[in-house]
């Protein structure tokens, strides 16, 4: 019986990409940098996926990410790169701004209070993530909130599950469950940790990796969980 959930924040409960679109077109209007047409965001979006990526491996540290990203997406659109760093802090409060949940998870988050134990573990930027909690209405049905800028260490890391499993107390690994729609971060991080993973896989994609990615369950839709977990 799983006692316990992990869930991930961007990508699973919350609709990241609804967030970042909003944010940048925000960001680019307040710092006057012209129209940030879809294509834009599109080719913004790909670019931070293979930042956030990079991080996961190790490559890059968050600080540089946050800033490096928009320093190469400026200099592709001949936008002076100075503003970068000031831009990156604004984006991150604007990230915070928009609320969108992914199949009414707020509502199923609720529906499990009191009958698991909830906790969020995200490698976003602080700043943005507690703004996001903030404003989701989502604390008070969670039993806490793990952000690796505050724990020191990244999923998958085993040093960040560490972590999150001293503080969540005792329990069977096979009693907690990861839900994450990343292979690499969320389903690793699982993996890494000796805890059973659900894959949120709401594009039905194949696991490119079953030799690396132990996948428990996979669910294209979060109100497939309930069923999971009776
Ligand atoms: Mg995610």
Request: with cysteine; net charge negative.
């Amino acid at each position: 019986m799983i006692q316990v959930i992990l869930w991930d924040l961007d990508g699973t409960i919350l609709d990241f990409k609804a967030a970042e679109r909003n944010a940048l077109i925000n960001t680019f209007a307040s710092f006057d940098l012209g129209p940030c047409t879809d294509e834009m965001v599109h080719e913004y979006s790909a670019l931070n996926d293979r930042y956030w990526k990079r991080l996961e491996l190790g490559e890059i540290t968050k600080s540089e990410l946050l800033v490096q990203r928009f320093e190469e997406f400026f200099s592709a659109h001949s936008i002076d790169i100075s503003f970068a760093s000031a831009f990156n802090a604004e984006y991150l409060l604007r990230l915070g701004d928009t609320i969108c949940f992914k199949d009414h998870a707020y509502e199923l988050i609720q529906s499990l209070h009191g009958r698991v134990k909830q906790y969020i573990v995200t490698n976003g930027n602080q700043i943005a993530q507690k703004r996001k909690l903030d404003n989701s209405n989502l604390l008070p049905l969670l039993d806490g909130v793990f952000i690796s800028d505050i724990i020191g260490a990244e999923k998958p890391t085993k040093e960040f599950f560490h972590k999150v499993l001293l503080e969540i107390g005792e329990y069977n690994k096979n009693e907690i469950l990861i839900i994450g729609d990343s292979l690499t971060s969320d389903i690793l991080g699982g993996n890494n940790a000796g805890i059973r993973t659900c894959w949120y896989n709401p594009e039905n994609l194949e696991n490119p990796d079953p030799q690396r990615f132990h996948i428990d369950h996979i669910i294209q839709n979060l109100n497939q969980l309930p069923e999971l977990l009776r």
